[in-house]
């Protein structure tokens, strides 16, 4: 098990860029696999992005080709860089974490969970 702690949300304008940033604590960081989700007010939580390991990658359509997650395995951190933010990119962000070298985009398959970062984009 590991601890998650997410940083970088905040208020854009549409168009704009945002990083987010989850760092994992209390555990090994090896062989876990990463994502991040989101949930707009009144919705329910959905898939943003997976990373492995190994660095293979795994995106929602809705973000494909905007989003970029990667991690650096020695600072323990997963990153979500956003660009060309939408009005309907806004939401609370979460990072989630797997024991496992397989990626999935199903929220009950991950383990551990941050507290979620705002990001806020307006029009």
């Known amino acids: 098990q590991v601890q998650l702690v997410e940083s970088g949300g905040g208020f854009v304008q549409a168009g704009g860029s945002l990083r987010l940033s989850c760092a994992a604590s209390?555990?090994?960081?090896?062989?876990?696999?990463m994502a991040w989700f989101r949930q707009a007010q009144g919705k329910e939580r959905e898939f943003v992005a997976a990373i492995s390991w190994s660095d293979s990658t795994y995106y929602a359509d809705s973000v494909k080709g905007r989003f970029t997650i990667s991690r650096d395995n020695a600072k323990n951190t997963v990153y979500l860089q956003m660009n060309s933010l939408k009005p309907e990119d806004t939401a609370v962000y979460y990072c989630?974490?797997?024991?496992?070298?397989?990626?999935?985009?199903?929220?009950?398959?991950?383990?551990?969970w941050g507290q979620g970062t705002q990001v806020t984009v307006s029009s």
């Open positions: 209390g555990g090994t960081f090896s062989g876990y696999a």
């Open positions: 989630a974490a797997r024991k496992t070298l397989v990626l999935s985009d199903f929220e009950g398959a991950y383990d551990d």
